[in-house]
Each structure stands twice: as C-alpha cells, then as structure tokens.
C-alpha cells in the first residue's frame, strides 16, 4: 500500500507540473489557438443569452428561399444563431427580416465587437448586410449590455448587389446566386462595474 | 429521516421554476438543509480506511481528466468562456455553486454515515439530490426539439445520475471532502478558465456517463485489492484484453466525431440504392483545401450541404466558376439530376466506402423521433 501511494503522489507531482505547463504554453500561445466563439454552457448555471423568434421576412420579387421557403430565416441548433439560405435572382434585391433575442439567464451579458454575419456559397462576397437596433447599426452597440429577462429585437437586411456595380456578364456568371447565412452575436459576462457603467439595452 | 427526505422532494418541486432565479436561492436553501442535517445527524470524525488512497485517485483522476481534454483542444479546438476572468466575478460565479457542492455533500454525508447499514436510505438520499439536479438544470434546454431531448437525458440526467452514484460512493466509503473535491474539480473549472475543449455533445455525454463509472471501479478495486500478485502475468493479460478494446471504443468515438480525416454518417433515404442503401454507414473521407476539392472527379460518391441537410450523392458534371469549383450532382436512384449546384464550400468530403446496414438503429430512431 506504501508503495501504491507513493506511486499516486508522485503522479499527483507529476500531473500539477504538466498543468502548469500546459497553461503557461496556451497562455504563451493563445493568438494562434484554434478558438472559434463563445461556448453554449449546458450545464446548471445562470448563462443562457438565446435567440427567442424570428418574424416573417418581407423580400423583394426574385429572392426565393428554395422549395417550400426551406431556407426562410430560422433559430439554429442551442438557439445561438439564426440561419437563412436566400437566392437572389437580380441585382439591387433584398430580403428583411426581425429578430428577436433575450438574456434567459441570471449573469448580466456584454455585447462583445465581431463579424455578425457570416455567409458562405456562391456569390457571397456580393451581399451587404445590415442588422439595426431600431435605426442604429448593431455595431455601435457593441459593449452595451442586456439585463436579465430583458430582450432585444434587431432588423436584419441583406443586399444583392446594392448599387448594380456587377455588369452583365458578371451577372451571367454568377449562375446561381446563392448563399447560406449565418447571424451570431458573440456575448460576455459583464462585470459589476460595467453594469453600473455600461450602457443598457 | 423519512420527514428530511419529503423535505427535499418539496424542495425539488420549488427548484422546477427557479432556473432563472439567482442561484444564491438554491444555494441558501440547501445551505438550511445541510444544517439541519447536521444539527439532527452531526458529522462522524472518524479517519476512514484508505482515505488517502481515495482522495489521491479522485484528484489523479479529476486532474488527468482535465489535462487530457485540454490537450485534446489542440485537434478539436477551443471555445471562449462567456464568464468574466476578473478575480471578484469569478469569486461571484463560483460562490453560490460552491455552497451549494458542499451544503449538498455534507449533508449526503450526514445521512449515510448515520444509515450505513440501511441501503433504502442511501438510494433515497442520492435519489433526492439526482432529482434536484436534474429539476435545476432542466430550464438550460429547450425540450421542443428531439436533439435536445437527447442531449438533455444524456448529458444532464445521464450524467447527474453516474455523478451522484460515485459521490455516494464517496461518501459510504470515506466522508465528504473526496466527493466536494470531484464536484469542485468538475462542476466549477467552467468559471475559473477562459477557454475550454470544444468537445461536441457526443463527447460531452459519453464522458459525462463514463467518466464517474470509471473512478468508481477504481475505488471498488482499491477495496477488493489482493495483497500479492504476479504482476508480469497479470500485465499481458491486461494489454491483450483490455487494449485493443480501448483502442476500438476510441477508434469508434473518433470515427463519429469527425476528429480525424475520416467519419462516419448513416444513409437515411434510398436515393443512392442500389449502391447504398437506407440504414447503411458511409466512411467520409473529409476535404477543407482547395487541392482536395480540385481532386474530386465526375463519378466520385459525393457528401455535401444544402438547405441545412447532409446529402450523399454521385458527382456528374464538375466545373469552374469565378475560380471556385461547382458540381452538379445525381442520386444514383433518382430519375433526374439534383436541380441545384454545389459550390465547393458546400462540401464535406466523398464517401470512400460503406458497410452494409449497421446505421438501421440510428436511422430508425431519428425517424421514430423526428416523424
């Protein structure tokens, strides 16, 4: 038994090392860890900030969401992000939409800076976007914070080819104008201090 | 004893609405019972057997846990923990949690060391605090869809039920300082590190199963340990059975996670029959580069994305637009070519090979669950 315990003491040694190692290594090389977004913590806690609802979207004649509108906007798995698949058969088209989203949870949270929108498929480097607070751009409300129980309802718009830039046989090219959207708002818990500061929503 | 334990199943029925009450709620009202409890059981001092063996394999344990996952980062990735990492918010997060672990182990304490020899008891005491987990915790899902069902019974009542039984455990066998230990270690790091393993819900469930079971054979056989053995012998014998079962359990774990180059997927609809069927596992080569796209050629079983689903099709016509590749794809079973193009982003890789109907399970519950 003796034996066995110095075995684990000396594991236990050996385990808190290579903690601390392997901190100050991913403390040392966190600019170039792989860390795509904030977690959706399942667990028993007081964080949970969530889209809520999606409105029904309004959008111009020869934008089309596919058979039976399957691509129309909706809250996407652990309701973090809202997904939409849209094609976009001419230019200057656009959709819009609402959304809402609600701190569910009991911990303050802080709007933090990023790319809201993400959009993959053909021709997606055509589109702007534009998701507003009433008629502020949601970016400037970055580091505001949502109270819990409180909600927020954003207008989201995409464009295709807003200003008609794309010439004909650009158009022609684009065969399909496609492309699969992404809305995410990356959140933080927000001190005490920047709850008695910060900005509300 | 019988009166502690209806006081805790109404308790249960208060905690079902107060998810979205702060948690200094529950923690206070627990904080009540773990003294009453001691008021009416008191605590035994005692030393118990081996009490350093086991608080030494819990940390091992816990501590191994946490070092693998962490490592694993580095091929699964990293998500970014939405608490703050300032010392007084991470006091704040933890402190009600931390009254609450050690409020609930004590008061577990109290009544098994008072009712060792009376099982029911045990089973009740652990029975009461599994259902106050699971009540408390139920309010994080959101029970309209079937996915999160799943995740819900796996991760939180799978998991909160493996985690009592050890912690019961624990407790029987020694007191209550290794159980607050295991749950300090597990329950609170949430708080305490910016970023964690994105392990994926497969792997968060499995662990969360296992993992409990695991540490407790462990302490089991630290009771049942022979004194003498031959170690040589018992050290082939060990390699020869329980190696290669590990290694295929992994193998199977990574295969379903898509960690490596390669995964699994079961076919869900006949469009590609005869060649694959419904019920069948397709092995996915997975492609991210612009050379792997380049390779794919007409004839290739394609998997891709579109309008939210995974498809599984064969390629039959591939081409280039704007510098980006498209293919135009055909169930092998469908009377006509698919009626979209698939942009090379939309593709997850090319199915390399099958094997024939042991996907039939998965494919009927999703079905049985999803109608």
Same mark, same amino acid.
């Given at each position: ?37 904030t977690a959706t913590v399942s667990t028993a806690d007081a964080w949970k900030i969530q889209?809520t ?22 809250i996407g798995s652990g309701n973090q ?23 569910s949870g009991t911990i ?94 | ?7 805790m199943i109404?308790f249960n029925i208060f905690v079902l609405n107060t998810y979205q009450m702060n948690p200094?709620y529950s923690a206070?009202a627990w ?31 816990c501590?191994?846990y946490e070092?693998?996952t ?9 998500v970014?923990s939405p608490y ?9 997060n933890i402190?009600p949690f931390l009254?609450m672990i050690?409020a609930q182990e004590?008061l577990r ?14 089973v009740s005491i652990t029975l009461a605090i599994i259902l106050f987990e699971v009540f408390y915790g139920i309010g994080a899902y959101d029970l309209s869809s079937a996915s999160e069902i799943v995740k819900m019974l796996t991760i939180l009542v799978g998991g909160t039920i493996t985690k009592n039984c050890l912690c019961s455990y624990l ?8 159980s607050i230990?295991y749950r300090c270690i597990f329950e609170l790091i949430i708080y305490?590190?910016?970023?964690y393993p994105n392990l994926g819900e497969y792997i968060e469930a499995m662990v969360a199963m296992i993992f409990p079971v695991l540490l407790m ?36 774990v990574?295969?379903q996670t /898509? *960690? ?6 079961? +076919? @869900?609809?006949? !469009? ?76 997850? /890789? *090319? ?6 109907? +042991? @996907?039939?399970? !998965?494919?009927?519950l999703s079905?049985?669950i999803n109608?």
């Amino acid at each position: 038994m003796e034996k066995d315990r110095k075995f684990r003491a000396l594991a236990i040694a050996a385990i808190c090392v290579a903690i601390v190692g392997v901190s100050v290594a991913y403390a040392a090389l966190t600019a170039s860890l792989t860390i795509s977004g904030t977690a959706t913590v399942s667990t028993a806690d007081a964080w949970k900030i969530q889209w809520t609802a999606v409105g029904e979207p309004t959008k111009s004649a020869a934008v089309s969401f596919g058979d039976a509108d399957a691509g129309k906007p909706k809250i996407g798995s652990g309701n973090q992000n809202i997904t939409w698949t849209a094609t976009f058969g001419a230019p200057k088209t656009n959709l819009t939409f609402t959304a809402t989203f609600t701190n569910s949870g009991t911990i303050p949270a802080k709007l933090e800076p990023g790319t809201y929108v993400n959009a993959t498929g053909d021709a997606s480097s055509n589109f702007e976007y534009a998701v507003k607070i009433g008629a502020d751009d949601i970016a400037s409300k970055s580091g505001n914070i949502l109270q819990p129980g409180k909600s927020v309802t954003v207008t989201v718009t995409v464009d295709f080819d807003k200003t008609g830039t794309l010439t004909d046989e650009q158009l022609e090219e684009l065969n399909t104008k496609t492309a699969t959207f992404t809305l995410n708002l990356p959140w933080t818990q927000a001190t005490d201090t920047e709850v008695e500061s910060g900005t509300k929503f | 004893m019988q009166l502690l334990i209806a006081v805790m199943i109404l308790f249960n029925i208060f905690v079902l609405n107060t998810y979205q009450m702060n948690p200094w709620y529950s923690a206070l009202a627990w904080l009540a019972l773990g003294i009453v409890a001691y008021f009416l059981f008191g605590l035994r001092n005692r030393v118990p057997a081996k009490f350093v063996d086991i608080m030494q394999l819990v940390f091992i344990y816990c501590m191994g846990y946490e070092l693998i996952t962490y490592l694993s980062g580095l091929i699964l990735g990293f998500v970014r923990s939405p608490y703050s990492m300032q010392i007084t918010m991470i006091i704040k997060n933890i402190a009600p949690f931390l009254v609450m672990i050690v409020a609930q182990e004590v008061l577990r304490f109290a009544v098994i060391s008072r009712y060792k020899k009376d099982k029911w008891v045990i089973v009740s005491i652990t029975l009461a605090i599994i259902l106050f987990e699971v009540f408390y915790g139920i309010g994080a899902y959101d029970l309209s869809s079937a996915s999160e069902i799943v995740k819900m019974l796996t991760i939180l009542v799978g998991g909160t039920i493996t985690k009592n039984c050890l912690c019961s455990y624990l407790v029987y066998r020694a007191d209550y300082k290794p159980s607050i230990l295991y749950r300090c270690i597990f329950e609170l790091i949430i708080y305490v590190v910016p970023i964690y393993p994105n392990l994926g819900e497969y792997i968060e469930a499995m662990v969360a199963m296992i993992f409990p079971v695991l540490l407790m054979v462990s302490i089991i056989a630290l009771f049942e340990k022979k004194q003498y053995r031959k170690p040589k012998k018992n050290l082939w014998e060990m390699l020869i059975l329980w190696v290669p079962a590990i290694v295929v359990m992994l193998f199977i774990v990574a295969l379903q996670t /898509g *960690v490596f180059k390669y995964r699994t997927m079961a +076919i @869900g609809s006949q !469009s590609m029959y005869p060649n694959i069927s419904k019920g069948d596992v397709v092995v996915i080569e997975q492609y991210n580069t612009d050379e792997e796209y380049r390779s794919i050629v007409e004839g290739e079983v394609l998997v891709f994305k579109h309008d939210g689903i995974i498809i599984v099709h064969r390629v039959t016509k591939v081409s280039e637009r704007d510098g980006r590749l498209v293919f135009n794809t055909k169930g092998d079973n469908n009377n006509t070519a698919d009626s979209y193009d698939i942009d090379q982003s939309q593709v997850i /890789g *090319v199915a390399r090979f099958k094997i024939p109907f +042991i @996907g039939a399970p !998965s494919v009927w519950l999703s079905e049985t669950i999803n109608g």
